[in-house]
């Protein structure tokens, strides 16, 4: 069974630091990896993909290190509004879906 | 607007009282499933749909049915419902199993007492 771990945290960051957090998976076979952002209460949506080569959209950077199993974001200069839970997701390529890490809570203190 | 609808979006009820939370989407996805979400233990996928009229048990199907009679419709059903089905159940859907980015409904927070 695929399996992808994440720190639950939280993490608490003060507003306009850089904050990192990785997840690790088990499954080497896992072809693609992503994150979504979960809102408190709120649907989870994807935040974006990650790509061996890096992957940056604005402050967010995604990162795979295949070699060590682990899927990293990254957030710079972060706002109050990034506060919220980051879920690592594996997909195995078609047959067997999604995986959804528990996810990182992240906390943006003022 | 593409999205995805559950109703209801709270429900408390009582152990053993037969309940369905409809989901509906407008995207023309073939793909479609349904989780629960618990503190300290994510996204479970219950039930998924890779078409119409198949549907099959994802990795916590005990105490719930689904169906998916139309292309756009996948209900849930609890039969006899348990406090321990009290969760955050969200509905979901893709364009297939093989896509990586689900659209979520808004969620159905249940309560079983």
């Known amino acids: 069974r695929k399996e992808v771990e994440q720190d639950p945290g939280p993490f608490n960051v003060p507003e306009g630091a850089t904050v990192a957090f990785n997840c690790t998976y088990s499954?080497?076979?896992?072809?693609?990896f992503f994150w979504y952002r979960q809102d408190c209460r709120k649907e989870p949506k994807l935040l974006m993909s990650v790509y061996s080569s890096g992957n940056e959209d604005g402050r967010f950077t995604a990162q795979l290190n295949r070699a060590s199993q682990y899927i990293s974001l990254l957030i710079r200069d972060s706002k109050l509004s990034d506060s919220a839970t980051y879920l690592c997701?594996?997909?195995?390529?078609?047959?067997?879906?999604?995986?959804f890490g528990k996810g990182t809570h992240l906390i943006i203190q003022p | 607007e593409a999205q995805v609808t559950q109703n209801p979006r709270y429900l408390i009820t009582v152990t053993g009282k037969k309940l369905t939370v409809t989901c509906s989407q407008n995207m023309n996805h073939e793909y479609m499933s349904w989780y629960r979400q618990d503190p300290g233990l994510g996204l479970r996928q219950i039930y998924y749909s890779m078409n119409v009229e198949v549907t099959d048990k994802g990795d916590v199907p005990e105490g719930y049915k689904v169906s998916r009679k139309e292309k756009r419709n996948f209900p849930l059903i609890l039969e006899s419902p348990s406090p321990n089905q009290t969760s955050l159940y969200f509905c979901a859907s893709s364009l297939s199993r093989a896509a990586y980015e689900q659209y979520f409904g808004p969620g159905t927070r249940l309560t079983v007492t």
């Open positions: 499954n080497s076979a896992s072809q693609s």
């Open positions: 997701v594996g997909w195995g390529g078609g047959a067997d879906g999604l995986t």
